[in-house]
C-alpha cells in the first residue's frame, strides 16, 4: 500500500479527508490524515482484510468518545458510505460510537457471556458480533499503538499501564478461533 494520494486503494477516502480537512488538522505526530494513514498501514502489516483497513483510514469522521473532533455529521453516513463502501462505513460508525466506559469491560467476554456495548450517539445498548468486537479490537490496538509510538514520553507514562492490561485482556478475542 502506497501513500502516494494518486495511487492509494483507497482514493474516494482519501479525496473526501482532504475535503473536510484531515490533511491539516494537527494531531499527535504531524497531522489527522498522516495519523489515519498510519493506523491503516499497521493494519495492512497485520493482515486485516480490506474492510477494516479501509474503517482504519476513516475511523476519525464521525469523533470518537477520546477525540471531539467531527469531519462529518451523522446525517452523512450515506456520503462516507458511497465513498468507501457500507461495511467500512458500519465499522466506521461503529468504533465512533463506542461509549468505551461502558463497553470496554465486557468487549472480550468468552462465548455465551453477557456481552453489553452502549451506543454513545444513540444510547443504545446490545452484544455486538464477534466480527464486530474483533475488527473493534484490532482497530483500537492499531490507534492506540500509533499514537503511544508518535506522540511523548508522558503519554505512554500516563496510558500504558491502561492499554497494556486492556490489550491483555483482549487477546483471546483476537487470537482464539470462535472465541
Given at each position: 500500500m502506497t501513500h502516494s494520494?494518486?495511487?492509494h486503494s483507497d482514493s474516494q477516502a482519501i479525496a473526501l479527508?482532504?475535503?473536510v480537512g484531515a490533511e491539516t488538522t494537527k494531531h499527535s505526530g504531524?497531522?489527522?490524515l498522516v495519523h489515519l494513514l498510519r493506523v491503516e498501514v499497521m493494519l495492512a502489516a497485520w493482515g486485516a482484510r480490506p474492510a477494516l483497513r479501509t474503517a482504519a483510514l476513516c475511523h476519525a469522521f464521525y469523533g470518537t468518545?477520546?477525540?471531539?473532533?467531527v469531519l462529518l455529521e451523522l446525517s452523512e453516513r450515506d456520503r462516507l458510505a458511497a465513498a468507501i463502501g457500507r461495511e467500512a462505513e458500519e465499522l466506521v460508525y461503529f468504533y465512533a460510537?463506542?461509549?468505551r466506559k461502558a463497553s470496554y469491560p465486557t468487549l472480550a467476554a468468552p462465548a455465551g457471556a453477557a456481552?453489553?456495548?452502549r451506543d454513545r450517539f444513540t444510547g443504545e445498548e446490545f452484544a455486538p458480533s464477534?466480527?464486530?468486537r474483533r475488527d473493534f479490537a484490532e482497530l483500537t490496538a492499531a490507534n492506540e499503538l500509533d499514537l503511544a509510538k508518535?506522540?511523548?514520553a508522558s503519554f505512554r507514562e500516563r496510558n500504558g499501564a491502561a492499554l497494556l492490561t486492556l490489550f491483555t485482556r483482549w487477546t483471546p478475542l483476537l487470537s482464539e478461533p470462535g472465541f
Amino acid at each position: 500500500m502506497t501513500h502516494s494520494d494518486d495511487q492509494h486503494s483507497d482514493s474516494q477516502a482519501i479525496a473526501l479527508l482532504k475535503e473536510v480537512g484531515a490533511e491539516t488538522t494537527k494531531h499527535s505526530g504531524g497531522t489527522l490524515l498522516v495519523h489515519l494513514l498510519r493506523v491503516e498501514v499497521m493494519l495492512a502489516a497485520w493482515g486485516a482484510r480490506p474492510a477494516l483497513r479501509t474503517a482504519a483510514l476513516c475511523h476519525a469522521f464521525y469523533g470518537t468518545d477520546g477525540l471531539a473532533l467531527v469531519l462529518l455529521e451523522l446525517s452523512e453516513r450515506d456520503r462516507l458510505a458511497a465513498a468507501i463502501g457500507r461495511e467500512a462505513e458500519e465499522l466506521v460508525y461503529f468504533y465512533a460510537s463506542c461509549d468505551r466506559k461502558a463497553s470496554y469491560p465486557t468487549l472480550a467476554a468468552p462465548a455465551g457471556a453477557a456481552v453489553t456495548f452502549r451506543d454513545r450517539f444513540t444510547g443504545e445498548e446490545f452484544a455486538p458480533s464477534l466480527q464486530q468486537r474483533r475488527d473493534f479490537a484490532e482497530l483500537t490496538a492499531a490507534n492506540e499503538l500509533d499514537l503511544a509510538k508518535v506522540v511523548n514520553a508522558s503519554f505512554r507514562e500516563r496510558n500504558g499501564a491502561a492499554l497494556l492490561t486492556l490489550f491483555t485482556r483482549w487477546t483471546p478475542l483476537l487470537s482464539e478461533p470462535g472465541f
